[in-house]
């Protein structure tokens, strides 16, 4: 027979038994971290942040930038200079044709061109790529507003319809409660049939809602997952506070001036002002020097050329002329399509200030009269049901009302701060130029 010591269990030394002990706690708060990370709420400006990062439009406006800047500095640059090689006065004929070194004329020539291109052509080629750069900054100063509002409305969207989803929810708990009251009644003999069929149906209607609202939800996280990714899956935090924007009314016009969109076209006329200023100094015409030796035979001395060409702007009038006319006509087409966009932005902002403002009262009167007066009346035909001085009928009628206005005042809100959103982030979050 074995000893009991034989068959007992053998003791871990105890510095191994604090190290799985440590091992264990270490896994344990790394899960734990992890599943914590994964149900962390995410607020509206997180969300925002993710999506500018993650933007990959944001990132080809820089490379868009950094091209232009690259082409700023070659463009004030002289052009490189032309090597130029040939044979002149090559003899076809007689006895030294052919020849290279016979006859006194013909010579081996090398040489090299180079066009002197006026410094301020030069400048003003190098400013328009420049003007191009500071566009695409503009650009990606606009991008970064769209991105942010439609961040924005996407978790709004998803907001306002997971809390329909709720209202809706809490409302088919209800309409259960009400059937199984309506099959009692009804065993009791204090009900009819049609009580219990009216209760199915109106559940069945609540049950639509939530289909129709839970196509909503998905259909939002799908559009906030174009924006951030998994991170659409992530549940939602709280709503920030929307009852102010950024803007200041009263020097709206003002502001407006500098919108990202007004900006980019107001870089737009500063690039067509170049092109102008360019088509201006190249009625001047740039000179070509070259220099070229000729090698003739042993019995001929060597040869050395130097030449100037000019270009003779002989018809400036059909020319030179018009095209500066024609980039001066771009210079007032860009201003004229700016500050008609700027006219159509202020009306725009200006209308969704007014509708912002008014569905904001009218919230506050779906807060403080309309859903208590709904719910009160729900309450009141509940009551008088329970004591028999009602139908059930009534009560699904003060349900159904009850309902709709709740829902109401949800796509209200929605409504309202979807038009927040819009008027808040007309500018990037960081500060656009001259906001």
């Known amino acids: 027979m074995s000893s009991p010591r034989s068959i007992a269990p053998r003791m871990a030394h105890p510095s ?40 990959r439009m944001l990132a080809a406006k820089d490379y868009a930038a ?19 090689a040939g044979i002149d006065n090559v003899p076809i004929n007689r006895q030294d044709r052919f020849s290279l070194t016979q006859d006194f004329m013909t010579m081996r020539r090398v040489g090299v061109m180079q066009e002197l291109t006026r410094s301020d052509k030069r400048r003003l080629r190098a400013e328009r790529f ?44 209800q309409a259960k409660l009400e059937i199984q009251a309506a099959e009692s009644a009804y065993r009791a003999g204090r009900g009819s049939q049609a009580d219990i069929f009216g209760s199915r149906s109106a559940l069945a209607a609540l049950e639509d809602k939530a289909s129709d609202i839970k196509r909503r939800i998905s259909n939002a996280k799908i559009a906030l997952a174009r924006w951030i990714g998994d991170a659409a899956e992530q549940p939602l935090g709280d709503k920030p506070a929307v009852d102010a924007i950024r803007l200041d009314e009263a020097t709206l016009d003002t502001q407006l001036e500098h919108h990202p969109e007004l900006a980019v076209l107001a870089r737009q006329e500063d690039i067509a002002v170049s092109e102008a200023n360019l088509a201006r100094a190249n009625k001047k015409a740039d000179l070509s020097v070259e220099v070229a030796v000729q090698k003739r035979g042993p019995g001929y001395s060597d040869m050395l050329s130097i030449g100037l060409s000019v270009p003779l702007q002989w018809d400036q009038k059909n020319r030179q002329n018009r095209e500066l006319s024609s980039k001066l006509a771009q210079v007032e087409q860009a201003r004229a399509e700016r500050e008609d966009t700027l006219l159509a932005h202020v009306a725009q902002v200006r209308a969704m ?18 859903t208590p007066l709904a719910n009160s009346r729900t309450t009141a035909t509940v009551a008088a049901y329970r004591g028999g001085k009602a139908a059930l009928a009534d009560v699904l009628a003060a349900r159904r009302s009850e309902i709709d206005v709740r829902l109401q005042a949800l796509q209200l809100g929605q409504e309202t701060d979807r038009l927040w959103a819009q008027l808040n982030f007309l500018f990037p979050q960081n500060g656009g130029p001259g906001h």
């Open 130 to 173: 420049d003007r191009e750069a500071e566009k695409s900054i503009a650009e990606k100063a606009a991008a970064t507003a769209t991105i942010e509002r439609e961040t924005a409305l996407a978790w709004l969207d998803r907001h306002y319809a997971e809390a329909m989803s709720t209202a809706l929810a809490e409302q088919i708990d």
């Open 66 to 84: 950094q091209s232009s800047r690259e082409m700023s500095v070659a463009a004030g640059q002289l052009p490189d200079p032309v090597m130029k």
């Open 16 to 55: 191994a038994a604090r190290s799985i002990r440590a091992v264990l706690l270490v896994v344990s708060i790394v899960m734990g971290r992890g599943a914590f990370a994964t149900e962390t709420p995410l607020t509206l400006a997180q969300a925002q942040q993710r999506a500018v990062e993650r933007s």
């Open 353 to 370: 200030l007014n509708e912002w403002h008014t569905n904001r009262q009218r919230q506050v009167r779906y807060e403080k009269e309309l």
